[in-house]
C-alpha cells in the first residue's frame, strides 16, 4: 500500500468501539483490539470505560460505547491508521548489480517514493500521535527509517528533528548529507535545536573539506612512476596537476573530487590507451579514499 495516499481515509471492518473528533464531529467505527496498541486506551479499557468529561461516554441509542477526542478529523484518522495498520518500512529498489548508489561519493539507499511516508506528515503529525498516545517502539522504529529515507534529500530538517528528539543514529546518517553550512539561510540553519548540535557539523565539515583537499593533492596520477607514458608522462602529470590545484581551492564538503578529477581524461590524448588508464585508475582510487575518510559527526574525534 501506498504510504503517499493511504493517511486521509479510514476504514475498520468488524468494529466493536467509536471514537469522535469532538472539532469536526466526525464519528469513526474502530476496533477494540487495535486501539490497545496504545498505551491510553489499553489502559482506558482495562480499567473501564468510567465516564468523564470530554472523554469518554455512553450513547443512548445503543449498547455501543464511544470516546470522544480533541483532536480534528485528520489527525484522527492518521492516528487510527497507526493503530489498525501500522506503517511497513520503505521498500528499497534493486539497482543493477547494487541496492546503493553514490551521490558525492556518499552511499545512499534508494528507495520507491511510493513506500515512503512524506517527510511533512511525519514531521507535523505522526510523531506527535506516537508520543502523545504512547504507541510501540516499533511504530517510532519504523518512522524511523521513512525519517532515514528523506536524509539524501532533506538532510537539515531530518538531522535537526533527529537531534531534537534523541534519534542519535539518525542524525548521523543524516549529517553526511548536509550541504555546506554557508548555502543555508539563516532561516534554514536556525531549526538546529543547540549550539554543541551546530558546531558538531561545522568541526565535520572543515575536518571533511581538509581531508579530501589533502587527498586530492596527494594521489598522483602515475604514482611512483607506475604504469606512466613514455610518449606523453610530462604533459600528463602536468594536465593532472593543474586540474588538482585549480581543485583543491574550492573543494566543499559535498564536492566529488574523483568526478572532478575525471575531466582531465577529456583533454589527455584520446588515442593513448596508457594515459586514459592511468586517469581511470587514479580516479577510481580517489572514489574510493573520498568514501573512506570522515564523513558522519560520529566519527568525530572525541565523539
Known amino acids: 500500500m501506498s504510504s503517499r495516499g493511504s493517511w486521509t481515509t479510514f476504514e475498520c471492518e468488524n468494529s466493536d468501539f467509536i471514537v469522535r473528533s469532538v472539532p469536526d464531529d466526525v464519528s469513526f467505527e474502530v476496533k477494540r483490539t ?13 480499567f473501564g470505560d468510567t465516564t468523564t468529561t470530554n472523554r469518554t461516554t455512553t450513547t443512548n441509542q445503543c449498547d455501543e460505547q464511544f470516546v470522544d477526542l480533541h483532536e ?19 521498500v528499497a529498489l534493486k539497482l543493477m548489480g547494487n541496492a546503493q548508489v553514490f551521490d558525492h561519493r556518499l552511499p545512499k539507499r534508494v528507495y520507491d517514493p511510493s513506500t515512503v511516508i512524506p517527510l511533512p506528515l511525519l514531521l507535523s503529525l ?21 525519517l532515514l529515507a528523506h536524509a539524501p534529500q532533506f538532510p537539515l530538517p531530518v538531522y ?36 554543541p548540535a551546530y558546531h558538531k557539523i561545522v568541526r565535520l565539515q572543515t575536518l571533511r573539506v581538509k581531508a579530501l583537499r ?29 586540474k588538482r590545484t585549480s581543485l583543491a ?11 572532478e578529477m575525471e575531466e ?15 586517469c581511470t585508475a587514479a580516479c577510481q582510487m580517489l572514489a574510493y579514499k573520498s568514501r573512506r575518510i570522515i564523513g558522519r559527526i560520529d566519527q568525530l574525534p572525541g565523539i
Not at 510523531?127 to 504507541?135: E, P, R
Not at 542519535?168 to 540553519?189: F, G, K, N, R
Not at 590524448?269 to 588508464?277: F, S
Open 34 to 46: 487495535s486501539m490497545r496498541n496504545s498505551e491510553v486506551f489499553r489502559d482506558m479499557f482495562l
Open 72 to 90: 480534528s478529523s485528520t489527525a484522527l484518522i492518521a492516528l487510527l491508521r497507526l493503530l489498525h495498520h501500522p506503517p511497513a518500512p520503505p
Open 126 to 146: 505522526l510523531y506527535g500521535l506516537v508520543d502523545k498516545y504512547a504507541i510501540s517502539d516499533s511504530v517510532t522504529e519504523t518512522l524511523n527509517e521513512h
Open 160 to 195: 535537526a528533528f533527529a537531534i531534537t528528539n534523541g534519534f542519535d543514529h539518525v542524525a548521523y546518517e543524516a549529517s553526511q548529507y548536509m550541504l555546506p553550512l554557508a548555502s543555508y539561510t539563516a532561516e534554514e540553519v536556525a531549526v538546529i535545536p543547540t549550539v
Open 214 to 242: 589533502d587527498l586530492v593533492l596527494r594521489e598522483d596520477i602515475f604514482p611512483h612512476g607506475y604504469g606512466a607514458c613514455i610518449s606523453h608522462q610530462r604533459e600528463t602529470i602536468a594536465s593532472w596537476e593543474a
Open 249 to 259: 581551492v574550492v573543494i566543499e564538503t559535498t564536492t566529488d573530487i574523483s568526478g
Open 264 to 278: 582531465v581524461m577529456e583533454i589527455l590524448p584520446q588515442d593513448c590507451k596508457t594515459c586514459q588508464k592511468a
